[in-house]
């Protein structure tokens, strides 16, 4: 059985940084690609980055340059490194297995899905 624990989620202030991670369990990890996702209040959820198993990336223009998406396969986790951030991050925040190899912003082709972490950015 897959499982994905997301953790790093808190409060920051504008223009602060956060490290998100999510450990993996239950499948050959560095086999898959991996994304990150988050939604916000009475918002869809969105792409935010995605990383193959060759470490090629993948970035929503909204994040491109201020957030980096990272995994260590020897340790079954991705990270998502969120600097400059800004109110309008503030979201649920999800990890999510790829069901292939091929890094993707759709959320269907991720089969396998976190619980969430919570981000907030204060003004």
């Known amino acids: 059985q897959v499982q994905l624990v997301e953790s790093g989620g808190g409060l920051v202030q504008a223009g602060g940084s956060l490290r998100l991670s999510c450990a993996a369990s239950g499948r050959t990890f560095s086999s898959y690609a991996m994304g990150w996702f988050r939604q916000a209040p009475g918002k869809e959820r969105e792409f935010v980055a995605a990383?193959?198993?060759?470490?090629?990336?993948y970035y929503a223009d909204s994040v491109k340059g201020r957030f980096t998406i990272s995994r260590d396969n020897a340790k079954n986790t991705v990270y998502l490194q969120m600097n400059s951030l800004k109110p309008e991050d503030t979201a649920v925040y999800y990890c999510?297995?790829?069901?292939?190899?091929?890094?993707?912003?759709?959320?269907?082709?991720?089969?396998?899905w976190g619980q969430g972490t919570q981000v907030t950015v204060s003004s």
């Open positions: 999510a297995t790829h069901w292939g190899v091929a890094i993707s912003r759709e959320d269907y082709e991720y089969d396998y």
């Open positions: 990383i193959s198993w060759s470490a090629s990336t």
